[in-house]
Structures are given as structure tokens and as C-alpha cells.
């Protein structure tokens, strides 16, 4: 499912329209984007919750050339899915 479609769906299960539908998922996104940025951490009790991890700095090798490079520390986004998501896929 793509962002169209998502929207499509939205729109049809919550009775929006389909420009009302999108500005709600790209409310969300952006929302949620600098909320995380922030360092702040996200809970949608029974979908899951959304983290900021940072990975440490660490050694890797170029995989053409089997040289030694340095990877950057990152921070990285974290999604673990909640209980009512979890039984709805299984």
C-alpha cells in the first residue's frame, strides 16, 4: 500500500474526504517527524510505539574494496508494534 492508497482508505473508512484525509496523514507525518527529532517519544496505545535509537560510531569495510572505512553514529527511528496491531496481522 502506497500513500495514495492509504489515503484513499482513510478517506473512505472515516467518511473524510480525500484532500481532508491527506492533510490528516501528512499532519501526522510531519508531526511525528519533529517530535522524534526532538528526542520525544511517541505511544499510540494498541498500535505501537515510535523511538529515537542512535547507533554508535563503528568500524566498517567497503565491500569493492575490502578497505577499512568509519561509519558515523546515527540516530535512527524505532517502531515496536503494539498488542491490538499485532493480533490484527495474526
Known amino acids: 500500500m502506497n500513500k495514495t492508497q492509504l489515503i484513499d482508505a482513510v478517506a473512505a473508512d472515516a467518511g473524510l474526504t480525500k484532500v481532508d484525509a491527506r492533510k490528516a496523514i501528512d499532519a501526522f507525518v510531519k508531526t511525528t517527524g519533529e517530535q522524534l527529532k526532538q528526542g520525544e517519544k511517541i505511544a499510540l496505545v494498541g498500535f505501537g510505539t515510535f523511538s529515537v535509537s542512535e547507533r554508535p560510531a563503528r568500524e566498517g569495510r567497503n565491500p569493492q574494496t ?6 558515523a553514529k546515527k540516530k535512527i527511528v524505532k517502531f515496536k508494534a503494539g498488542s491490538e496491531l499485532n493480533d490484527e496481522v495474526q
Do not use: W
Open 66 to 71: 575490502g578497505a577499512k572505512i568509519k561509519i
